[in-house]
């Protein structure tokens, strides 16, 4: 049996409201790219481009949509469930509930992503691990942005470069030693100073 009759047949054994939502998405995915390939793989839909691409699997209470390389993709729409455990290697899931309102503008824009990533043979090792979100200590923040040149270069500055003055200051082990970092910091940072650029106190 062709790959096309057997998701034909694995979609219609579906219920009413998966098998609209799996018709749906597979016309999207077809829609991004008409050399897009469809697979019978692991007993469920499978789209490939240059390589293994997206899954679509209907379980009791949701559809599943999974990229294979999930974590090069940039989620601008935060469709993306919460890695599982197995997950961390690279896929990523979006979970499609009964009555859920299909994000097509997302899963287009993660389709196109998908179809390029397979293109330029990039691997799941280039993916970089997520960066924890940078915790700016209060006195800092509150001397910048009160120095309108100080904040508008802090702004500027890449999240290492800030990360190299927020690790300074917060390794300052005495109350003295932190607000000397800091008066030190505002100046440099006023005149585009790096971290790195200057000497340790």
């Known amino acids: 049996m062709l790959p096309q009759e057997q998701i034909n047949l694995y979609i219609a054994d579906q219920p009413e409201w998966q098998r609209r939502m799996l018709v749906r998405v597979r016309q999207l995915i077809h829609s991004v790219d008409e ?20 899954g679509l699997h209907g379980f009791k209470s ?17 469709v993306f469930d919460k890695p599982e455990k197995d997950e961390d290697k690279g896929i990523r899931k979006i979970k499609l509930e009964e009555g859920d ?3 097509e503008k997302a899963i287009l824009d993660l389709v196109k992503q998908a179809v390029k990533v397979n293109q330029s043979g990039a691997k799941l090792t280039d993916a970089k691990p997520d960066r924890k979100a940078l915790v700016v200590p209060e006195e800092l923040e509150a ?13 500027k500055f890449s999240y290492s470069h800030k990360k190299e003055y927020v690790e300074w200051i917060t390794d300052a082990k005495k109350e003295e030693t ?13 005149e585009g100073v790096c971290k790195e650029d200057k000497h340790k106190v």
């Open 101 to 103: 309102v299909i994000n």
């Open 143 to 155: 001397v910048l942005k009160h120095d309108k040149e100080a904040w508008e270069q802090w702004e």
């Open 62 to 78: 949701f559809v599943s949509v999974w990229f294979h390389k999930g974590a090069l993709l940039k989620d601008t729409h935060k």
């Open 178 to 190: 932190r607000k000397r970092r800091i008066a030190q910091a505002l100046e440099k940072i006023r």
């Open 35 to 54: 050399t897009v390939e469809e697979h019978w793989r692991w007993n469920s839909p499978h789209f490939d481009h240059d390589g293994i691409m997206i």
